[in-house]
C-alpha cells in the first residue's frame, strides 16, 4: 500500500487502491477542458497556481450556466415549461453532488458560499445549546469554521476549547482532544484540509475519539479536501460537510451535506413559505442561482468524464466514475507535488510551513523567503505569469499561531490535476532566482 493510498482510506473512508486503472493520466485531454488555460498575458501563458483560492471552472460547468441561461430560466414550483426545467436542473445538480459526497441527495442543500452555509446552520445549532455548554474548535481552520462558531458561542454563553497543532509539521495535536471533550461538549468543528498549510486530517480517528467520549456533533470543513481525494460521507462519521463547488472546477456556490435525521430535527431561520422537504431544502433560504447548480452539475458531468478516460473498463455508475476520477488525480498531484517539494528543499534561503512530504498533505504549499515579504514575492511571480497568494488567506488563526501575521503571513502556491511538470519547474526556476 502507497502512503497516499493510506491517507485516502482514513480521510475519506475509500477503500480501493489509489491506482485503480492502468491507463496514465491523459493531462492533454484534460487542460483542453479548461477555456482559462490558454489565456495569455502580453504573449505570456499563466501559470494557475492559485487553486487553492478557487480553481479555473471546466468547460462543462460553462455550457452547463449558458444552456440553462440562453434556453429559459424561472423560478422553481411552476407548472410552465421554463419552471419545470428549472426544477429538473436543480434535482439533477442536488443528486449529482450527492454522487460526489456518497450521500443522499435530499440531505445536500446549495448556498451562495461555504461561510455563508456556515453561518446558516451555526446559528440553528447553537439554538439548543445552554450555559455552560462546551464546543471544540480548531487552530488550523480557515476562518469560516471558526467564526460563525465563536459567535454563536458568544449569543449563548458558552466555552470555547480549542485544538492546537504542532507548528513545526502542521500537524493537528490530536493527543490533546480526549482532554477536551466533556459531558457539554456540543460541537467539534475541524478542517479535512488546511487551506494554509495543506495538512491533510484524519477525520474518521477525530470522529472515533469523539464518539466515544461525548454526544457532540461534529462539523468537517471539505472546502480544500474535495477537490484532491475521494469523500465518503458516510465513511468520515462526521454529522455535517461543508465545500465550494468553485474550489472544484466548478462555479462559485456552497455546499452543505447534513445527516437526514438531523436535519429534518433542525429548526432553522427560514420565510414560512419555504419547505421542510427535502430535508435539507429548509437551509436553502431564498431563491437560488440556478445558473450555478447548472454549473455544478457540468462539474460532475466533468469529473465522471475524467473517470471514464482513466479507466480501462467502462465504471458501473456515476459514483464510480467519480471514485476512479479523484484517485487518478490524487496520485498524479502526488507526484506534482513532490516534485514542487523537492525543488523548494533546494532553496536556502525558502522556509516551508506544514508537512514535509504528500503523506499527509493536499497540495498546497506554504513558505516565506528570507529578505522578502511575501506580498513582495506575489508580486514578482505575478509578473512572471505565475498567479500566487500572500498573506492569511482568512486562515487567522494558524497564521497567528505560527507568529507570522505581523509579517505579512505567507506565501501560498497550490496545485490541482490540471497543472504540469513544467509549470512546476518554471516556479521552482524563479524561485531559485530568489532565494540564490
Known amino acids: 500500500?502507497?502512503?497516499?493510498?493510506?491517507?485516502?482510506?482514513?480521510?475519506?473512508?475509500?477503500?480501493?487502491?489509489?491506482?485503480?486503472?492502468?491507463?496514465?493520466?491523459?493531462?492533454?485531454?484534460?487542460?483542453?477542458?479548461?477555456?482559462?488555460?490558454?489565456?495569455?498575458?502580453?504573449?505570456?501563458?499563466?501559470?494557475?497556481?492559485?487553486?487553492?483560492?478557487?480553481?479555473?471552472?471546466?468547460?462543462?460547468?460553462?455550457?452547463r450556466m449558458i444552456e440553462h441561461l440562453e434556453t429559459g430560466t424561472a423560478n422553481s414550483g411552476g407548472v410552465f415549461q421554463t419552471s419545470r426545467d428549472t426544477d429538473a436542473l436543480s434535482v439533477a445538480a442536488h443528486q449529482a453532488m450527492a454522487d460526489l459526497l456518497n450521500a443522499e441527495a435530499g440531505e445536500i442543500a446549495f448556498g451562495p458560499n461555504m461561510t455563508s452555509l456556515t453561518l446558516a446552520l451555526s446559528r440553528a445549532i447553537a439554538r439548543a445549546w445552554q450555559p455552560g455548554d462546551e464546543i471544540i474548535l480548531s487552530r488550523l481552520d480557515h476562518d469560516a469554521n471558526v467564526t460563525p462558531w465563536k459567535l454563536a458561542a458568544r449569543d449563548r454563553r458558552i466555552t470555547v476549547q480549542w485544538l492546537d497543532f504542532d507548528p513545526q509539521d502542521g500537524q493537528l495535536c490530536l493527543d490533546m482532544l480526549p482532554s477536551l471533550l466533556s459531558r457539554r461538549t456540543r460541537l467539534v468543528a475541524v478542517a479535512c484540509a488546511s487551506n494554509v498549510l495543506g495538512t491533510l486530517s484524519n477525520v474518521e480517528q477525530i470522529a472515533k475519539i469523539v464518539r466515544a467520549q461525548s454526544d457532540a456533533l461534529i462539523f468537517v470543513d471539505a472546502v480544500q479536501s474535495v477537490p484532491h481525494i475521494v469523500t465518503d460521507v458516510e465513511a468520515l462519521g462526521a454529522d455535517f460537510l461543508a465545500c465550494s463547488p468553485y474550489k472544484s472546477f466548478g462555479p462559485h456556490q456552497g455546499v452543505l451535506w447534513g445527516r437526514r435525521e438531523l436535519l429534518e430535527n433542525l429548526a432553522v431561520y427560514k420565510l414560512r413559505p419555504s419547505p421542510d422537504e427535502p430535508a435539507a431544502a429548509k437551509l436553502e433560504t431564498g431563491t437560488p442561482s440556478f445558473e450555478a447548480q447548472a454549473g455544478v452539475l457540468g462539474m460532475i458531468e466533468y469529473l465522471e468524464w475524467v473517470g471514464g478516460e482513466v479507466s480501462d473498463a467502462k465504471p458501473a455508475d456515476r459514483r464510480t466514475a467519480l471514485k476512479y476520477a479523484m484517485n487518478a488525480c490524487l496520485a498524479y498531484e502526488h507526484a506534482l507535488g513532490e516534485r514542487l517539494l523537492d525543488g523548494l528543499r533546494k532553496q536556502n534561503k525558502v522556509r516551508l510551513y506544514g508537512p514535509p512530504s504528500m503523506q499527509d498533505r493536499v497540495p498546497t504549499f506554504a513558505f516565506t523567503i528570507e529578505g522578502y515579504e511575501p506580498k513582495a514575492v506575489a508580486q514578482f511571480l505575478a509578473k512572471q505569469g505565475v498567479h500566487a497568494w500572500a498573506g492569511h488567506f482568512y486562515g487567522v488563526e494558524p497564521v497567528s499561531r505560527l507568529r507570522l501575521m505581523e509579517r505579512g503571513g505567507l506565501v501560498r502556491v497550490g496545485l490541482c490535476h490540471y497543472n504540469t511538470a513544467d509549470?512546476?519547474?518554471?516556479?521552482?526556476?524563479?524561485?531559485?532566482?530568489?532565494?540564490?
Request: with cysteine; net charge neutral.
Open 423 to 436: 509549470e512546476v519547474d518554471r516556479f521552482i526556476e524563479l524561485m531559485a532566482g530568489l532565494s540564490g
Open 1 to 63: 500500500m502507497t502512503i497516499f493510498e493510506g491517507k485516502l482510506r482514513s480521510v475519506s473512508g475509500a477503500q480501493e487502491p489509489v491506482a485503480q486503472a492502468s491507463r496514465g493520466f491523459p493531462i492533454v485531454r484534460v487542460r483542453e477542458n479548461f477555456p482559462a488555460l490558454a489565456t495569455r498575458d502580453d504573449g505570456q501563458t499563466r501559470v494557475y497556481f492559485d487553486a487553492p483560492g478557487g480553481t479555473q471552472i471546466c468547460r462543462q460547468s460553462i455550457a
